[in-house]
């Protein structure tokens, strides 16, 4: 992990487009050339340049599901996040499967 050895808290996170960003794609770019790598980037630099999106959704009803008789609803942001992967104005899904994608994640401040 020779690369990720010097990133540190001190380099404030690193979302897209923040100092915290820039500062670790400085950090990388002389790890690389340290260790001899060459330039691939544009213009001939270790960067390439491409446009962000950012998006936000808002969940008008909550989600629920039908089966054995039941009827399940599942609150938006409570039980539930949902995204559709896609930048579309709108998007839905009627009559599909549902898959479990779970982390296992134990976050007991967010109960």
């Known amino acids: 992990m020779l690369l990720l050895r010097g990133l540190h808290d001190l380099l404030e996170g690193r979302a897209p487009a923040s100092r915290g960003s820039e500062l670790a794609l ?14 691939a980037g544009d213009d001939g630099g270790w960067l390439q340049r491409f446009d962000i999106v950012g998006m936000s959704s808002e969940v008008a009803t909550p989600m629920t599901f039908a089966a054995g008789g039941k009827s399940p609803t599942l609150p938006p942001r409570v039980d539930s996040i949902l995204a559709t992967g896609q930048q579309a104005e709108a998007a839905g899904v009627r009559d599909a499967e549902v898959v479990f994608v779970g982390y296992g994640i134990t976050a007991p401040e967010q109960k």
Do not use: F, V
Not at 26 to 39: D, K, M, T, V, W
């Open 26 to 39: 400085r950090y990388i770019a002389s790890q690389y050339e340290r260790i001899g790598l060459r330039p």
